[in-house]
């Protein structure tokens, strides 16, 4: 049995969180540079937590920008086990409303500008993201936000696009009516990516704020009414967070799904081949194997 350590990634509008004990802000040096910010550890009824603010306190990093490797990274050096992100997401469902939390399960990623893996030459690896995120950890955040009284709907698509723009009314049309879509945002990839290359159980939790820009009754999308929409909403998810120690417990049976598992036979680069300089970078997110 490991401990269990749950990780919690605050998107737009969330840059600390309520309620965690004994509690510091704890700076992180990762071989892929700074995370977005320091890293707020702490417990919750006996289970060991940390907070990251994706975008960084007082909202430095564009979508573009957020260091994602050094994020993933830094959250598996600090002994976590469950990364859970939260994010702010424009609707492409008129049931998904603002102000509904959505347990994203798959994504289409869009996004071109990122560094998307901790792997390359000198270590090739090859992990399956067929199943993106945790089932088991997806199982908690649906039952806590339940509990907590929070719409909540189970099951989605997320578009990640690269942005900082919001998207146009025919790309808005073409994720929704030909993509099949559910909810858009910028941030999950490659965040979801290396949280699986790192062998880490990864939730998404997206927040509609909007109907982006396809719904003839909306208008375009705001900013500012995003943020308004997800300060409203910021105690639902605090409450969520709250019921997560007691249903993931602080011993933790391995994955059923094999999330802390993905680099079994994934690396293909002859152990005689490998570089050890790219070894040395991957200390923490596959010291497990190598
Ligand atoms: C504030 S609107 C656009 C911004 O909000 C979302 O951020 P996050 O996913 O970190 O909550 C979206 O992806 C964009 O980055
Ligand atoms: N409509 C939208 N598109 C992209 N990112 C978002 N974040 C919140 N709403 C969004």
């Known amino acids: 049995m490991t401990q269990t350590k749950i990780a919690i990634i605050g998107g737009s509008g ?12 704890v700076t992180v040096e990762t071989p892929w540079g700074d995370p ?20 960084g306190r007082g909202h430095v990093h564009s979508p573009t920008d957020v260091p994602y490797r050094a994020n993933i990274d830094a959250l598996k050096r600090l002994g976590v086990t469950d990364v859970i992100s939260v994010s702010a997401c424009g609707s492409f469902r008129e049931h998904m409303a603002p102000g509904d939390f959505l347990i994203v399960d798959q994504f289409i990623d869009r996004t071109f500008a990122r560094e998307k893996s901790f792997f390359g030459t000198g270590c090739v690896a090859h992990v399956s993201v067929a199943h993106p995120t945790c089932p088991r950890l997806s199982d908690a955040c649906e039952s806590a936000g339940k509990a907590a009284g929070i719409t909540i709907h189970r099951g989605g698509t997320y578009l990640a696009m690269e942005g900082p723009q919001f998207s146009t009314l025919a790309e ?3 994720y929704r009516e030909h993509w099949g879509c559910d ?20 939730a998404s939790i997206a927040m509609v704020t909007d109907y982006d820009s396809w719904h003839p009754d909306h208008g375009e999308v705001d900013v500012t009414a995003i943020i308004a929409t997800l300060t409203g909403n910021a105690e639902k998810g605090c409450a969520l967070v709250k019921g997560l120690p007691d249903l993931l417990g602080a011993d933790r049976a391995p994955c059923p799904h094999g999330c802390d598992r993905a680099l079994e036979y994934a690396i293909l680069t002859a152990p005689e081949k490998r570089d050890p300089t790219v070894l040395a970078k991957l200390d923490a997110v596959a010291g497990r194997i190598l």
Request: hydrophobic share 40%; proline share 4%.
């Open 14 to 25: 969330i840059y600390d969180i309520d309620g965690l004990e004994k509690t510091e802000w």
């Open 172 to 174: 808005s049309k073409m």
């Open 36 to 55: 977005s910010d320091q890293i707020l550890t702490g417990s919750l009824s006996g289970v060991d937590m940390a907070f990251l603010p994706r975008h």
């Open 183 to 202: 909810v858009i945002g910028m941030t999950n990839m490659p965040e979801a990516k290396l949280a699986r290359e790192a062998e880490l159980c990864y």
